[in-house]
């Protein structure tokens, strides 16, 4: 292996080690054709890493000796449905770090057909947008020269210049380290602990987005095509988005000292991070806040698993490190005291559950230091009710526990259509809420509010038109709970953002299929 791995003009360019990156939203009229493809090039050619092909289209992430590297692209190139893809191919040394390697996924070669490329969001309620109607690209000059012209701005031509906000696409661990800086500029900076929590930081902002350009920036430009269509998919005031073409990966390209970009991009393979010649850190030590960057002893969050930056010096075995997401979560609950800089002053009891890493460590953790906590219980509603019906009522049950516990409502994942009754129904139904006798009833008013569930029935459609009372075609089946067998990996990934949102909780309670679903959540097998 040559140290130099570097150095453009290698004499052994054969033994060179590289990493390749590029996605390609369009029709795949053969997915396991494609398949076939990549399972027999990237196999021969040796290659390692994530493939990932759904009906909308191709990522991927592979490394691999660079000649091997090039005739993969040219064998992409060769086929008319990748026409105009941006293949990112860089140089780099080969994975030393084996961990680093093993998260990354570089140690095997996964090809998978999955259902979109990126997940929005985990909330079936949320649907992902038109690729189609996606933010206008920018390629890295253009880019440039907006945010460059916005620094010369005055105030002289107002009508054009509609204001400028950036906007990153990343995720905090991402943002910590590098983003774009410029002086008059504002960045907005979700701070968000993944991907699918992008949109619902967007529809509580989205003031900080309307009647402005919005211009968006992630990694390598997947994560912009899908956030802006949803961001445009707001209707007035959210036609100016635009995304930058190749992402932070192309701009620093273009502009090697970093341009308008400081600090580091975070990547997603073995190299951890590329930085530009500028040698800014923006990162800091969760610890003791001295700059610091480096993530390659991959060290995260106890509770949410979220990787965090901890300085050599600061570095203990057995350390306990809460993340500043968390940090601000616990600080509502009386846990500050016990929370010292992001370290644990005694490691809490971590009970786990059999669901999966990231939410069993945000199971029960009680503190053996520092104030007493409310125990936070997070409350399932039964089917055909929401948060606020359950709310109402265990609202004396709430009363008594005060004192000692927190009771958290959400809805469920699957909002269902108005139903009410046709008088004919009526008096054959167990629905009690409805008098047999006297006038059909009225559809409610308009003000109602939703009703979702746990669970549905397999023939269950997701109610598309809310607020549209339809009258019932048959009586209410008293026994339709026994159909209602679907819905429970939707419901289960939405459980997962709850927790991630706005636990962690120390128990569950259900009513109904809500209490299944609680049941479900904790006696489920793990599931990855
Ligand atoms: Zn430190
Ligand atoms: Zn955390």
């Given amino acids: 292996m040559n140290p130099n791995i570097n150095s453009k003009d ?13 996605y390609k939203y369009t029709q795949i ?9 990549y399972d027999s090039n990237c196999n021969s050619l040796s290659l390692l890493g994530r493939v990932r092909l759904s009906p909308l289209g191709v990522n991927v992430t592979v490394g691999g000796k660079l000649c091997a590297l090039k ?4 064998a992409v190139e060769s086929n008319s449905l990748f026409e105009g893809t941006d293949f990112k191919l860089a140089a780099c040394g080969r994975p030393s770090n084996d961990k680093v390697a093993d998260e990354c996924g570089f140690t095997s070669l996964s090809i998978r057909i999955v259902k979109e490329l990126v997940t929005l969001s985990c909330n079936p309620l949320i649907k992902s947008p038109e690729i189609s109607d996606a933010g206008k690209h920018l390629s890295a000059a253009e880019f440039h020269s907006v945010l460059q012209k916005a620094g010369k701005l005055d105030k002289e031509s107002t009508e054009h210049n509609r204001e400028l906000v950036l906007l990153d696409a990343r ?3 991402e943002t910590r380290i590098g983003k774009f800086r410029t002086p008059n500029v504002e960045t907005l900076d979700p701070g968000i602990r993944q991907y699918s929590d992008l949109p619902s930081w967007i529809d509580d902002n989205s003031d900080q987005l309307q009647g402005k350009s919005v211009l968006m920036y992630c990694t390598g430009g997947i994560r912009c095509e899908m956030a802006s269509a949803y961001i445009r998919s707001k209707g007035a005031g959210f036609e100016n988005v635009f995304q930058l073409y190749g992402g932070i990966q192309r701009y620093l390209e273009q502009f090697p000292d970093g341009g308008f970009f400081k600090g580091k991009n ?7 991070s590329v930085g530009s010649s500028d040698a800014n850190i923006l990162g800091a030590c969760l610890l003791c806040s001295m700059s610091f960057d480096d993530y390659s002893s991959r060290l995260r969050c106890t509770y949410c698993r979220m990787l965090v930056l901890v300085c050599d010096s600061c570095q203990r075995k057995d350390s306990v490190y809460v993340c500043e997401l968390c940090q601000n979560h616990h600080k509502g609950v009386g846990l500050t005291s016990s929370i010292e800089n992001g370290r644990m002053s005694s490691l809490p009891s971590v009970e786990t559950v059999s669901l999966d890493a990231k939410l069993s460590c945000q199971m029960p953790c009680r503190q053996a230091t520092g104030s007493p906590r409310k125990l936070r219980i997070l409350c399932l509603h039964g089917f055909r009710q929401n948060a606020s019906s359950f ?6 049950l709430a009363k008594k526990l005060k004192s000692i516990a927190e009771l958290v409502f959400v809805d469920a994942p699957h909002e269902l259509a108005f139903i009410y009754q046709p008088p004919s129904a009526v008096t054959e139904s167990h629905h009690d809420h409805i008098s047999p006798q006297g006038p059909p009833p ?5 003000h109602c509010k939703k009703k979702f569930a746990w669970f549905v029935a397999p023939d269950f459609r997701e109610n598309t038109e809310s607020g549209n009372w339809e009258m019932g075609d048959s009586p209410f089946d008293p026994l339709q709970y026994q159909q209602q067998t679907e819905g429970f990996d939707e419901s289960l990934a939405y459980i997962k953002t709850v ?6 909780f120390d128990g569950m309670l259900g009513f109904s299929q809500g209490a299944a679903m609680a049941a479900a959540v904790v006696f489920c097998p793990t599931n990855k």
């Fill in 29 to 37: 009229p053969d997915l396991n054709d494609l398949f076939t493809f």
């Fill in 266 to 272: 975070f990547v997603f393979d073995h190299r951890i």
């Fill in 442 to 446: 009225p559809p409610p008013s308009e």
């Fill in 71 to 74: 005739k993969h692209i040219a």
């Fill in 10 to 22: 290698q004499p052994q360019e054969d033994d060179q080690y590289g990493v390749l990156l590029y």
């Fill in 171 to 173: 995720n905090l661990y």
């Fill in 391 to 396: 709310k109402g009522r265990t609202a004396s």
């Fill in 499 to 504: 927790f991630a949102q706005k636990g962690p």
